[in-house]
């Protein structure tokens, strides 16, 4: 069975934690409910005392750095004044002293706590706290394109509803369309890539525009270049479009220019027509 999107997300975020910070263990995991974070993994831990953990919001460090939606550290876990010592049995049991604790907020909305511990007490400096946030953004940034793209899919359910689905919706699921795209390559889950390139294949061809056979075998571009024209179809200049799709406007040019080669296309405008009528834009 595939792993969740999220533990290969926190998973990714906690490794690379680690590396930056010489922290020797990091730990973490998503609120289940708006005051509810369970500790689904760790890195570098010597026992499983943290696994399964569920942390309350004003409990604890994580608690704390939850209900306050910052991050919060403390020098000497065991003995701090500044946190309640409700988890201090796992804490103690993988001999944790020093540790930093940093919310996951989306859209200012805590969405889990990650950590990063040392076990001798001693105070943790700002390039250690930079980079316990710096992997928080990681998941955030994750967490944000996978709220992406279920709010985009389940635009297009709605706007493809069939033959029957209305001319003025198409613009709608032009737009969603070339945001998938834009999307697709920023998400991690191979599974859910996957997904979004089956999806995109199904608006391209739900408008009824779709190419012959002949048509269609003569006519291949390339992902980004889809992508590109996509953006062109939507308005976008070169560098607009780099600015969407994370590329430089040079790359940008050179995808449209070699896109228009094949596709017989001596302006923009013909591109995006012709691209239509091989069925690769909706």
Known sequence: MPEPVDAVEMRTALAGLRRASGLPVTFGGLLSDARHARIAELNGAQTNALRGLVISAGSGLGGKAIALAR??????YPLSRHISHEYDTAVAAEGL????AVPVVVRRTVRGVLYGALRTPVSLGDR???????????????LAVRDE?????ALTREQVAGPGT???????????????RALTPRVADPALRDL????CGRLASASGARATPAAAREVRLAPREVDVVACVAAGATNAAAARQLGLRPETVKGYLRSAMRRLGAHTRVEA???ARRAGLLP
């Open 71 to 76: 991050p919060c550290a403390v020098t000497d």
């Open 196 to 199: 979004l390139v089956a999806v």
């Open 272 to 274: 995006v027509v012709a």
């Open 97 to 100: 002293r020093s540790v930093v």
């Open 149 to 153: 793209v279920r709010h985009l899919l």
């Open 128 to 142: 250690t706290v930079d980079a316990a946030v710096a992997a928080a953004r990681d998941v955030e940034q994750a």
């Open 166 to 180: 209305a001319p003025g919706a198409w613009e709608d699921v032009r737009e969603a369309h070339r945001e998938l």
